[in-house]
T-cell receptor, first 109, second 114 residues
Framework: GENVEQHPSTLSVQEGDSAVIKCTYS??????FPWYKQELGKRPQLIID?????GEKKDQRIAVTLNKTAKHFSLHITETQPEDSAVYFC????????FGKGTRLHILP | EAQVTQNPRYLITVTGKKLTVTCSQN?????MSWYRQDPGLGLRQIYY???????DKGDVPEGYKVSRKEKRNFPLILESPSPNQTSLYFC?????????????FGQGTRLTVV
């Protein structure tokens, strides 16, 4: 069946450095690729999304890139801050959205 | 305020005792779904509904039922809960399937089955 792989499962970066999380997907019909952030004890919330007709999208310190040929997409967070510490989920799909297993991001002081 | 509301937030029950977790959204969204979140496994979809009276199985539907009699409500039913259904459950809604828009999640329901 359809699958979304997310790496790494845990990521620690020094405050101010960049963080990159990568995902691959199997369903070539996927046309929607959202990223969600889940802070401890909270619900997942959308931080950025991209559709298959766009290769890159940026929103302040967050950017997402999409390579449809290779079926992978990535989340880039620049100038990381303590409040970026959370679990991040990628997802992919069309009528059915499948989530990756998540990446726990730690921002080190 | 636009929101997705789940109840209860916390529930401890015994094996075999039927329970229902309610989910309601006030955004007139067509698409609603249920997920369970377990450590190391991420968010796995249980059931989803593309509109009233239209429901379909997600990736882990065994042991669960849903109904969508009204657009705003999408209850999750566990007819005979078992300990392996101990998990954190999230309901989510989004505008339409075709539009592929943001999913709004409820606050979550932490279920423990003993």
């Amino acid at each position: 069946g359809e699958n979304v792989e997310q790496h790494p499962s845990t990521l620690s970066v020094q405050e101010g450095d960049s963080a990159v999380i990568k995902c691959t997907y199997s369903d070539s019909a996927s046309n929607y690729f959202p990223w969600y952030k889940q802070e401890l004890g909270k619900r997942p919330q959308l931080i950025i999304d991209i559709r298959s007709n766009v290769g890159e999208k940026k929103d302040q310190r967050i950017a997402v890139t999409l390579n449809k040929t290779a079926k992978h997409f990535s989340l880039h967070i620049t100038e990381t801050q303590p409040e970026d510490s959370a679990v991040y989920f990628c997802a992919a799909g069309s009528d059915k959205i499948i989530f990756g297993k998540g990446t726990r991001l730690h921002i080190l002081p | 305020e636009a929101q997705v509301t789940q109840n209860p937030r916390y529930l401890i029950t015994v094996t075999g005792k039927k329970l229902t977790v309610t989910c309601s959204q006030n955004m007139n969204h067509e698409y609603m779904s249920w997920y369970r979140q377990d450590p190391g496994l991420g968010l796995r979809q249980i059931y989803y509904s593309m509109n009233v009276e239209v429901t379909d199985k997600g990736d882990v539907p065994e042991g669960y039922k849903v109904s969508r009699k009204e657009k705003r409500n999408f209850p999750l039913i566990l007819e005979s809960p078992s300990p392996n259904q101990t998990s954190l459950y999230f309901c989510a809604s989004s505008l339409t399937v075709e539009m592929n828009t943001e999913a709004f999640f409820g606050q979550g329901t932490r279920l423990t089955v003993v």
